[in-house]
């Protein structure tokens, strides 16, 4: 009798705890279903707003979501605005990756490097002009608001996450057939600034700030340096491995399904190896795509090349609506506004101080690098003109993902504020996200119409010879012509190189190209021999 009691004793607490983890379960599975839910209404919404420019999806997610967040609240009584709690190194570890990989995948390699000068000139010279105006009128600014205690850590950090850009709302507004020079610097200028805003951001996690001296500042440079060779090598190297591996086995034989996942776990593994190691997952996993769309993507089948290229950018696409919904709904958190509520007039200012530094910071090097770009050109048609720097400048005033990614991992943990100052950099990071996004982008179509009318000759001002005549983005390879067969003129002396060192190092780089890399790692022109078609994956279809 005792035993059949024990029996029955277990059953029932076996069910019960059976039945709570249910619950829990439940809430859990409730809440993805609705938030994916979501995600398809804002590609559908998306997709009907398609023709009015004016609106992109970044900010129809940011509208959904808070509109979400608004039902949210009211019913859980103001507790609550979020579906799902944010965590940042979810957003680092998993939905940042492939939005970063798939801009090196689909960046069109020429032309990147053909400009590679500028575009390093603005992304990475200007994004340390822009952190110091910043962290420096940070420091200043907030002292005289009192906000709350920041460290000089949180100073610096400050300067990190606002120099982030985000020019999706310019580019989609931007005609790459019209202006391919300034669509490309655009592109390339916030690809890479965000890759320094990040390399950044870590250094400085490293950085000991206990006793400031000369010696730390070239510790500080030193590291930056480190890091950003280092992840930059990273990326290349297992780019390169994965070329190797999938010409040497071809996979391809048997099934392109395994073609298909190598190419995508390999990707994901430069990122997670540059995290391990400490350095830039962002850089390493950008020029890993550039390298694998090289050489890697040339070796695959037909098959796994549709499949790919669609695949890392519907991952690509997926990630960002995921953020800018979620930032929707955190701008509603009751949680950090709570902090601010008794003096809103401080978050105010400081969101006012924020944007007024980004807007200074950023006119700080857009227009001294283009005078200077343009003092080093001779030709008139490569030059940057002065419509095209205002279109530069304001191509990289809003700000977006990377940055809410970095305030998050400043000022929060595991999403949740536990001091003013925090909450109010939290807050203040959501509301120039918000602002940006939503009054600068819908005024961007405006502007660019005004500032760059299609009924402008850019073929005039841009020569087809020495500039882009293609876009920078695109679904289809680059043509044989352009990828390295075409005769470019050999450098003649010194003097040749100094007047246009980018055709001179891209026409050693080709020769190098063609006669060591591609017969090692595979690319155009140098792939395996087709074997007969495979039996399943794909193929089967």
């Not at 519907?314 to 950090?336: H, N, P, R, W």
């Not at 500032?451 to 020569?463: A, E, G, R, T, V």
């Given at each position: 009798?005792?035993?059949?009691?024990?029996?029955?004793?277990?059953?029932?607490?076996?069910?019960?705890?059976?039945?709570?983890?249910?619950?829990?379960?439940?809430?859990?599975?409730?809440?993805?279903?609705?938030?994916?839910?979501?995600?398809?209404?804002?590609?559908?919404?998306?997709?009907?707003?398609?023709?009015?420019?004016?609106?992109?999806?970044?900010?129809?997610?940011?509208?959904?979501?808070l509109?979400?967040?608004?039902?949210?609240?009211?019913?859980?009584?103001?507790?609550?605005?979020?579906l799902?709690?944010?965590?940042?190194?979810?957003?680092?570890i998993?939905?940042?990756?492939?939005?970063?990989?798939?801009?090196?995948?689909?960046?069109?390699?020429?032309?990147?490097?053909?400009?590679?000068?500028?575009?390093?000139?603005?992304?990475?010279?200007?994004?340390?002009?822009?952190?110091?105006?910043?962290?420096f009128?940070?420091?200043?600014?907030?002292?005289?608001?009192?906000?709350?205690?920041?460290?000089?850590?949180?100073?610096?950090?400050?300067?990190?996450?606002?120099?982030?850009?985000?020019?999706?709302?310019?580019?989609?507004?931007?005609?790459?057939?019209?202006?391919?020079?300034?669509?490309?610097?655009?592109?390339?200028?916030?690809?890479?600034?965000?890759?320094?805003s990040?390399?950044?951001?870590?250094?400085?996690?490293?950085?000991?700030?206990?006793?400031?001296?000369?010696?730390?500042?070239?510790?500080?440079?030193?590291?930056?340096?480190?890091?950003?060779?280092?992840?930059?090598?990273?990326?290349?190297s297992?780019?390169?491995?994965?070329?190797?591996?999938?010409?040497?086995?071809?996979?391809?034989?048997?099934?392109?399904?395994?073609?298909?996942?190598?190419?995508?776990?390999?990707?994901?593994?430069?990122?997670v190896?540059?995290?391990?190691?400490?350095?830039?997952?962002?850089?390493?996993v950008?020029?890993?795509?550039?390298?694998?769309?090289?050489?890697?993507?040339?070796?695959?089948?037909?098959?796994?090349?549709v499949?790919?290229?669609?695949?890392?950018?519907?991952?690509?696409?997926?990630?960002?609506?995921?953020?800018?919904?979620?930032?929707?709904m955190?701008?509603?958190?009751?949680?950090?506004?709570?902090?601010?509520?008794?003096?809103?007039?401080?978050?105010?200012?400081?969101?006012?101080?924020?944007l007024?530094?980004?807007?200074?910071?950023?006119?700080?090097?857009?227009?001294?690098?283009?005078?200077?770009c343009n003092?080093?050109?001779?030709?008139?048609?490569?030059?940057?003109?002065?419509?095209?720097?205002?279109?530069?400048?304001?191509?990289?005033?809003?700000?977006?993902?990377?940055s809410?990614?970095?305030?998050?991992?400043?000022?929060?943990?595991?999403?949740?504020?536990?001091?003013?100052?925090?909450?109010?950099?939290?807050?203040?990071?959501?509301?120039?996200?918000?602002?940006?996004?939503?009054?600068?982008?819908?005024?961007?179509?405006?502007?660019?119409?005004?500032?760059?009318?299609?009924?402008?000759?850019?073929?005039?001002?841009?020569?087809?010879?020495?500039?882009?005549?293609?876009?920078?983005?695109?679904?289809?390879?680059e043509?044989?012509?352009?990828?390295?067969?075409?005769?470019?003129?050999?450098?003649?002396?010194?003097?040749?190189?100094?007047?246009?060192?980018?055709?001179?190092?891209?026409?050693?780089?080709?020769?190098?190209?063609?006669?060591?890399?591609?017969?090692?790692?595979?690319?155009?022109?140098?792939?395996?021999?087709?074997?007969?078609?495979?039996?399943?994956?794909?193929?089967?279809?």
């Amino acid at each position: 009798m005792l035993s059949n009691l024990k029996v029955m004793g277990l059953d029932v607490v076996a069910r019960f705890g059976v039945s709570m983890l249910s619950d829990d379960d439940q809430v859990s599975v409730d809440s993805i279903t609705l938030f994916v839910a979501l995600l398809c209404g804002c590609i559908v919404i998306g997709h009907l707003l398609e023709e009015n420019r004016w609106i992109n999806e970044s900010v129809t997610a940011l509208a959904i979501g808070l509109g979400t967040g608004g039902i949210i609240l009211l019913t859980t009584n103001g507790k609550s605005s979020h579906l799902l709690e944010f965590d940042e190194q979810l957003f680092f570890i998993y939905v940042l990756p492939p939005i970063i990989f798939n801009a090196g995948f689909q960046v069109k390699k020429k032309q990147f490097f053909r400009n590679f000068m500028t575009i390093m000139l603005f992304g990475a010279v200007g994004t340390l002009i822009s952190f110091s105006i910043i962290s420096f009128g940070a420091k200043e600014l907030f002292g005289k608001l009192d906000i709350g205690f920041l460290e000089l850590r949180d100073y610096l950090a400050i300067g990190a996450i606002f120099s982030a850009t985000d020019s999706v709302c310019t580019l989609q507004v931007l005609n790459q057939d019209e202006t391919p020079l300034l669509y490309s610097l655009v592109f390339g200028e916030g690809v890479v600034n965000d890759a320094t805003s990040v390399v950044l951001f870590n250094a400085i996690q490293k950085l000991d700030l206990s006793n400031i001296n000369s010696r730390v500042a070239l510790s500080f440079t030193g590291n930056f340096f480190y890091l950003f060779l280092a992840s930059t090598l990273l990326g290349v190297s297992v780019g390169l491995l994965s070329a190797y591996l999938i010409k040497k086995i071809y996979l391809g034989r048997h099934s392109t399904d395994r073609e298909v996942a190598l190419m995508i776990l390999m990707a994901y593994l430069s990122y997670v190896m540059a995290e391990l190691f400490d350095l830039s997952g962002i850089l390493t996993v950008f020029f890993c795509g550039i390298v694998m769309s090289h050489y890697t993507w040339h070796n695959v089948t037909d098959n796994s090349k549709v499949t790919t290229r669609h695949a890392f950018a519907t991952l690509s696409f997926i990630a960002e609506i995921f953020i800018f919904l979620y930032v929707g709904m955190d701008a509603l958190d009751i949680e950090k506004w709570r902090f601010v509520k008794n003096s809103p007039g401080k978050s105010v200012g400081v969101s006012a101080a924020l944007l007024g530094l980004v807007l200074v910071g950023r006119a700080c090097f857009v227009f001294p690098l283009s005078l200077l770009c343009n003092c080093l050109k001779r030709s008139k048609h490569d030059k940057i003109g002065f419509k095209q720097q205002v279109t530069i400048w304001w191509a990289g005033l809003m700000r977006g993902s990377v940055s809410m990614a970095l305030a998050y991992n400043q000022f929060t943990r595991f999403g949740h504020t536990q001091q003013p100052g925090n909450a109010v950099m939290i807050t203040s990071t959501i509301t120039i996200v918000l602002f940006s996004t939503v009054v600068f982008g819908l005024i961007t179509k405006p502007l660019v119409r005004f500032l760059l009318p299609s009924s402008q000759d850019f073929s005039s001002m841009i020569s087809s010879k020495q500039s882009f005549v293609c876009p920078l983005l695109t679904n289809k390879q680059e043509p044989e012509a352009e990828m390295g067969n075409v005769d470019f003129r050999r450098p003649a002396s010194l003097s040749m190189l100094l007047k246009k060192p980018s055709h001179t190092i891209h026409y050693y780089w080709r020769k190098f190209d063609d006669a060591f890399m591609r017969p090692l790692f595979g690319g155009r022109g140098f792939v395996p021999d087709a074997p007969e078609l495979s039996k399943g994956g794909c193929d089967q279809y």
